[in-house]
Every structure is written in structure tokens, then in C-alpha cells.
């Protein structure tokens, strides 16, 4: 029986510091047929050159050139990716980011799982142990998200991280074209999944998700919390739009020609399309469309 092969993609900025790291635990899979496609955002330190001296020493690892090699974004650099691989023998996709690292069984227990679930256009997410720069573990994160929440709050706030999923090569071609409106590719393959797929959750720590002053989780953590007052009355002042952004990406969502599986998306449109405020708030908790916490409930609902 031939061995599945797995794309992996790594979008890169500035990541010398972590780099190394992430790229030897990739190295060391379990799982030997994998090609690791890595797509640099314009870095301006060794983080190109890092990557070519990777490129020498294994044939899988392949650093991508793009024509335009200027800084685009997490969310464009993934896109531009996934477009690279799309016309490529493979069946599935990971991805990674810079600074984590895997456990040596990532490839491994990821792929069995999905080899056992897989039925159509699927995601299989896993859980993560959150370290700092050291590798000493922070917190141990529980199965608490699949169990306690509906697949419907997916919708108002994602809790699946890119580098803890896999897809198959269906939900791959599906969520090829990541709209601008979607707040990363994760989110996006999440929504796409959810509406035309299945979604399945492994309660198994895969890698080591490192925190630090520089990454993404740290800095939209702290954003979150920087002058509350002042950051909540400007994104009042641009309700407007953030409704205008969410009925344009559920309406690029729904274009998508394929049978739908789950009618969230679409009652989640009718929902935003609705012209009362009060009523939408009324609709949106009637049908389980809250945050995991209060704070980005009500904050969603105000904006809405």
C-alpha cells in the first residue's frame, strides 16, 4: 500500500531565533514522507539564509521563491502556499509555524487518526502544551473546547490553531482561495470545514506551542488587553464595517460549489442580515452563537 504524503507549510518572518529548533523536530518525524514548503514573508535577518542551509541537507525541505518577495502577511503567505502546492502529488496538509516544536509522533498520530475518520472534506485538530522561549511548560491545556461548546460558536470565535491541524487533500481544494476577510487560514479552513466537511478533535498533545514577546498568539493576546477603553470605542465606531466583513465572508463562504453539510453559515448570514440590532442579538444567543468567554460575547454582540 503506497504511504500518504503530507505537505507541510511554514510561513516565515524574522524567525531566527526559533527557527532551528522547529525545523530539526520536523526533521526528526516518525513520519517519513512529508515536503516541508516554507514561504518567507520579506524577512530581513538569517532567516532565509537558515532555511537554504536546511535545504542542503534535506531533499524535503524546500524554500519557496515567490516573484513578489515583499512582506504580505501570515494570512496571504499561507494562501500563496497552498496555491503553490495545489498543483502537486500529495493528500494531505499541515501546517507549522517558525517558533513551536513538534513532538517526534506529530506526522505520525495525526495521520492514523484521520486514516480512521476521514469521510469527505476533513479537519482533525489536536491539543498543545503552550512553553515558554525555553521550553518549560506553561500550561497543559485540557479537552475543554470540543466538549463544552457547540461546532456553531466556531463561527464567532475560532479555538482551532493552524499548527495543531490537519487536512485532507478535498477540504485542501475547497478553501484553496482564503478571502481577505477571513482572520487568518486557519479560520477560514475551520469555517470551510464546518459548513462543507466534518471536524474532529484528537485530545493529544502534538507540540510544543512556544510563547514569546514576538509571536502571533503573544502580541494578539496583548493587543487584547492594551488600553481596553480606548480599543473597544474604536472598534464601536467601526460596527459598521465589522458586520459589512462578516456578511461578505459567510457570503464568499456559502459560494463555494459543493453540498453543504451544516446549516450554521447560512443562518449565521440570515442572522447578520437581519435589520434589527435587537433582534439580531436575540437570534444570535437563541441559536448558540456566543464566545468562549463573556467578554467576547458581548463585545460581538455590541458590534453586530
Given at each position: 500500500?503506497?504511504?500518504?504524503?503530507?505537505?507541510?507549510?511554514?510561513?516565515?518572518?524574522?524567525?531566527?531565533?526559533?527557527?532551528?529548533?522547529?525545523?530539526?523536530?520536523?526533521?526528526?518525524?516518525?513520519?517519513?514522507?512529508?515536503?516541508?514548503?516554507?514561504?518567507?514573508?520579506?524577512?530581513?535577518?538569517?532567516?532565509?539564509?537558515?532555511?537554504?542551509?536546511?535545504?542542503?541537507?534535506?531533499?524535503?525541505?524546500?524554500?519557496?521563491?515567490?516573484?513578489?518577495?515583499?512582506?504580505?502577511?501570515?494570512?496571504?503567505?499561507?494562501?500563496?502556499?497552498?496555491?503553490?502546492?495545489?498543483?502537486?502529488?500529495?493528500?494531505?496538509?499541515?501546517?507549522?509555524?517558525?517558533?513551536?516544536?513538534?513532538?517526534?509522533?506529530?506526522?505520525?498520530?495525526?495521520?492514523?487518526?484521520?486514516?480512521?475518520?476521514?469521510?469527505?472534506?476533513?479537519?482533525?485538530?489536536?491539543?498543545?502544551?503552550?512553553?515558554?522561549?525555553?521550553?518549560?511548560?506553561?500550561?497543559?491545556?485540557?479537552?475543554?473546547?470540543?466538549k463544552k461548546y457547540g461546532m456553531q460558536q466556531l463561527l464567532l470565535q475560532n479555538w482551532i490553531m493552524g499548527c495543531t491541524m490537519m487536512i485532507n487533500?478535498?477540504?485542501?481544494?475547497?478553501?484553496?482561495?482564503?478571502?481577505?476577510?477571513?482572520?487568518?487560514?486557519?479560520?477560514?479552513?475551520?469555517?470551510?470545514?464546518?459548513?462543507?466537511?466534518?471536524?474532529?478533535?484528537?485530545?493529544?498533545?502534538?507540540?510544543?506551542?512556544?510563547?514569546?514577546?514576538?509571536?502571533?498568539?503573544?502580541?494578539?493576546?496583548?493587543?487584547?488587553?492594551?488600553?481596553?477603553?480606548?480599543?473597544?470605542?474604536?472598534?464601536?465606531?467601526?460596527?459598521?464595517?465589522?458586520?459589512?466583513?462578516?456578511?461578505?465572508?459567510?457570503?464568499?463562504?456559502?459560494?463555494?460549489?459543493?453540498?453543504?453539510?451544516?446549516?450554521?453559515?447560512?443562518?449565521?448570514?440570515?442572522?447578520?442580515?437581519?435589520?434589527?440590532?435587537?433582534?439580531?442579538?436575540?437570534?444570535?444567543?437563541?441559536?448558540?452563537?456566543?464566545?468562549?468567554?463573556?467578554?467576547?460575547?458581548?463585545?460581538?454582540?455590541?458590534?453586530?
Open positions: 500500500m503506497k504511504q500518504k504524503k503530507v505537505n507541510i507549510l511554514m510561513a516565515t518572518f524574522n524567525g531566527e531565533d526559533f527557527l532551528c529548533d522547529q525545523i530539526k523536530s520536523i526533521v526528526r518525524q516518525t513520519y517519513t514522507n512529508w515536503e516541508l514548503y516554507i514561504g518567507d514573508d520579506g524577512s530581513h535577518d538569517r532567516t532565509r539564509k537558515i532555511i537554504a542551509n536546511f535545504e542542503t541537507l534535506d531533499s524535503r525541505i524546500h524554500l519557496i521563491k515567490f516573484k513578489d518577495s515583499g512582506s504580505h502577511g501570515q494570512l496571504l503567505n499561507f494562501k500563496r502556499l497552498m496555491y503553490y502546492v495545489e498543483p502537486l502529488d500529495y493528500d494531505y496538509i499541515m501546517f507549522a509555524d517558525q517558533d513551536d516544536v513538534w513532538h517526534e509522533n506529530k506526522v505520525t498520530d495525526t495521520l492514523d487518526s484521520m486514516l480512521q475518520i476521514e469521510k469527505g472534506p476533513t479537519l482533525i485538530y489536536t491539543n498543545y502544551d503552550e512553553n515558554d522561549i525555553h521550553g518549560n511548560l506553561n500550561l497543559r491545556y485540557g479537552s475543554l473546547f470540543h487533500r478535498e477540504l485542501a481544494d475547497l478553501g484553496i482561495s482564503i478571502p481577505l476577510e477571513a482572520e487568518n487560514h486557519d479560520n477560514w479552513l475551520v469555517l470551510v470545514a464546518l459548513t462543507y466537511g466534518k471536524i474532529y478533535y484528537l485530545d493529544e498533545s502534538t507540540m510544543m506551542h512556544r510563547i514569546h514577546e514576538n509571536n502571533v498568539t503573544k502580541n494578539i493576546s496583548q493587543n487584547k488587553f492594551l488600553r481596553p477603553e480606548k480599543r473597544f470605542l474604536n472598534d464601536l465606531k467601526n460596527k459598521k464595517k465589522f458586520r459589512n466583513r462578516n456578511i461578505n465572508l459567510m457570503v464568499k463562504l456559502l459560494s463555494i460549489d459543493f453540498k453543504k453539510t451544516t446549516n450554521y453559515a447560512l443562518l449565521f448570514l440570515k442572522i447578520l442580515n437581519t435589520r434589527s440590532k435587537l433582534k439580531r442579538i436575540a437570534l444570535m444567543e437563541k441559536n448558540g452563537f456566543v464566545g468562549l468567554n463573556l467578554h467576547k460575547t458581548i463585545k460581538f454582540l455590541l458590534m453586530v
